[in-house]
Nanobody, 115 residues
Framework: QVHLVQSGGGTVQAGGSLRLSCVVS????????TAWFRQVPGKERELVAN????????YYTTSVQGRFTISGDNTMNSIYLQMNNLKPEDTGVYYC????????WGQGTQVIVSS
């Protein structure tokens, strides 16, 4: 059974930083990687960044390039999302996801960026 457990998030002023963590247990498959998505009310869940365990370059959606950094630690079975220079439009619920077709999801964590 695959489980993703998230930590981090919170409330920060614009320009501030936050770090999200996601521990992935039970991962036995290869796939597109482990990713961070965010959900804003009234909008579709958006892929923010994807960490590829193969060593291929990570993916970032355009709006976070240069501000967010995704990283992974194989020994800790974890991925992280370092979010710098946060903007109010980064506000949302962030989820980590893994597995074929993003089958497995973390519990979500709220990020609020105030202006």
């Amino acid at each position: 059974q695959v489980h993703l457990v998230q930590s981090g998030g919170g409330t920060v002023q614009a320009g501030g930083s936050l770090r999200l963590s996601c521990v992935v247990s039970g991962r036995t498959f290869s796939g597109p990687g482990t990713a961070w998505f965010r959900q804003v009310p009234g909008k579709e869940r958006e892929l923010v960044a994807n960490f590829r365990w193969t060593g291929a370059p990570p993916y970032y959606t355009t709006s976070v390039q240069g501000r967010f950094t995704i990283s992974g630690d194989n020994t800790m079975n974890s991925i992280y999302l370092q979010m710098n220079n946060l903007k109010p439009e980064d506000t949302g619920v962030y989820y980590c996801a893994d597995g074929p077709g993003w089958r497995y999801w973390g519990q979500g964590t709220q990020v609020i960026v105030s202006s």
